[in-house]
């Protein structure tokens, strides 16, 4: 099992940005990807970004391209999302999730942090 813990949140105006960190560990940690998601109140929990743990290369979704990017320290089993021009529709709680290697779902979750996007 994979315990992932998340930091980096808080309230930001919108155009600022903000900097999401997620620490992976676990016994014999072996990775397929760590990825981030959000869920904004009243909506259903989104794909935001992944990073391919073996290949690297990450991939965001529509909405946040060209303004979040995701990146990661592989030696330290951290992952990072820059979030910048927030917009108040980024309003959320981010979550990190994991998924282990030859698993077929994100099989580990962070415990998420608030993001607030306010003037």
């Known amino acids: 099992q994979v315990q992932l813990v998340e930091s980096g949140g808080g309230l930001v105006q919108p155009g600022g940005s903000l900097r999401l960190s997620c620490s992976a560990s676990?016994?014999?940690?072996?990775?397929?990807?760590m990825g981030w998601f959000r869920q904004a109140p009243g909506k259903e929990r989104e794909f935001v970004a992944l990073f391919r743990w073996s290949g690297g290369g990450s991939d965001v979704a529509n909405s946040v391209e060209g303004r979040f990017t995701m990146s990661r320290d592989r030696v330290q089993n951290k992952v990072y999302l820059q979030m910048n021009r927030l917009q108040p529709e980024d309003t959320a709680i981010y979550y990190c999730a994991a998924q282990g290697l030859g698993a077929i779902t994100w099989n580990s979750w962070g415990q998420g942090v608030q993001v607030t996007v306010s003037s």
């Open positions: 676990g016994r014999a940690l072996r990775l397929a990807a």
